[in-house]
């Protein structure tokens, strides 16, 4: 099955830096990959996702890249704000039977932003 | 969170005895999955449905079972609680219908083993 390491496991950053959490991956026949963030308490959350076909997306602060060589994903956030601080889940998926796609998760990126 | 309840949000319970959770959706998603996390080993797969009692093992079901008889309610079961068992769990939705292939999340239960 799918492999998904995520590092690292914890980022301290200062307030109005850039973070960058990146994950691997080991099939190459997963074509779609979410990122998601837990805030404390809650259920995780989709906060942007790539297909294999892009190398790159860009929503306002967040921005997700794809190696498919090299089977690598990255999260870069800009100009990091304390209620960025959360957990942060990458997930590499395949579509499966049925039509959706069942994701394999890493194991978490506790990020905390110092003000 | 998107039309998903789970109950109970907290259970202490002890070793040996059946535990039933229950994932309530009013968003009519096709696919409904159920998630442990744990320290350390983010969020894995035990069960999924893909419809009313259409359902698949994920990567760690074994000591769960699952039943789904409605669209909107996804069961899942502890035989015999261990603890091991001890853990929060998360149950989803997602539906290939839509346009993004998202899961949305319930707000977990948290459940300890003695």
């Known amino acids: 099955g799918e492999n998904v390491e995520q590092h690292p496991s914890t980022l301290s950053v200062q307030e109005g830096d850039s973070a960058v959490i990146k994950c691997t991956y080991s099939d190459s026949a997963s074509n779609y990959f979410p990122w998601y963030k837990q805030e404390l308490g809650k259920g995780p959350q989709l906060i942007i996702d790539i297909r294999s076909n892009v190398g790159e997306k860009k929503d306002q602060r967040i921005a997700v890249t794809l190696n498919k060589t090299a089977k690598h994903f990255s999260l870069h956030i800009t100009e990091t704000q304390p209620e960025d601080s959360a957990v942060y889940f990458c997930a590499a998926s395949m579509k499966a039977s049925g039509g959706s796609y069942i994701p394999t998760f890493g194991r978490g990126t506790s990020l905390i932003v110092h003000p | 969170d998107a039309g998903i309840t789970q109950s109970p949000r907290h259970k202490v319970t002890e070793t040996g005895t059946p535990v039933t959770l229950r994932c309530h959706q009013t968003?009519?998603?096709?696919?409904m999955y159920w998630y442990r996390q744990d320290p350390g080993h983010g969020l894995r797969l035990i069960h999924y449905?893909?419809?009313?009692?259409?359902?698949d093992k994920g990567e760690v079901s074994d000591g769960y079972s699952v039943s789904r008889s409605k669209t909107e309610d996804f069961l899942l079961t502890l035989e015999s609680a261990t603890s091991s068992q001890t853990s929060v769990y998360f149950c989803?939705?997602?539906?290939?219908?839509?346009?993004?292939?998202?899961?949305?999340f319930g707000p977990g239960t948290r459940l300890t083993v003695l």
């Open positions: 449905s893909y419809g009313v009692k259409d359902t």
């Open positions: 968003e009519n998603h096709r696919y």
């Open positions: 989803a939705i997602s539906d290939p219908a839509r346009e993004r292939n998202e899961q949305f």
